[in-house]
């Protein structure tokens, strides 16, 4: 029987997927930022060379988000401590921002940038709650080794 496991235990099982979902995140933040509202500015209001700006950052994160996904590295929590504070940077600015633009940002641009820090931060949540837990990083992936073959057991 099959369990149904919510989205968060099964990053909880699998951490180093918060590493692939992150540079992701980060490339859609890239593609959003640096091209389509670019093209909208006129409808969000934040200045095209602060847009630019502001697409820096996830280029960097997605880079480092999808080497640590590949690499897999066994010091994965403090790597993952690093993006989440990194991703929590990048709110800051982006929030100090709502408030130096106030003359020019949108409703639509405000409604955009929030909607990108709430999202980025249940994000971070989730990375700090994984980094800073008890559990040690080989407990997790000798977890996941013993399941891993567990399951191909019961697939014979």
């Known amino acids: 029987m099959k369990e149904n496991k919510s989205f968060i235990q099964k990053l909880t ?6 590493f692939f979902i992150d540079a992701l995140g980060a490339l859609l933040s890239i593609f959003l930022l640096g091209f389509v509202l670019v093209m909208l500015y006129p409808y969000i209001g934040m200045p095209v060379e602060k847009l630019y700006y502001l697409s820096l ?3 960097v994160f997605a880079v480092y988000s999808y080497l640590c996904y590949v690499r897999k590295p066994k010091s994965w929590k403090k790597l993952l ?6 991703n929590l940077v990048y709110c800051i600015i982006t929030f100090s921002l709502l408030f130096s633009e106030k ?19 249940g994000l971070v949540a989730i990375e700090l709650k994984l ?16 399941k891993k073959y567990s399951d191909e057991k019961n697939d014979m």
């Open 81 to 86: 401590a690093i993006i989440a504070i990194a």
């Open 13 to 18: 099982e699998n951490p180093i997927q918060l």
């Open 57 to 59: 950052a996830p280029c």
């Open 103 to 121: 003359e020019t940002l949108t409703t639509l641009g405000y409604l955009y940038f929030i909607g990108e820090i709430v999202v980025i931060l």
């Open 131 to 146: 980094a800073l837990s008890k559990t040690p990083a080989t407990k997790i992936q000798g977890s996941q080794q013993i």
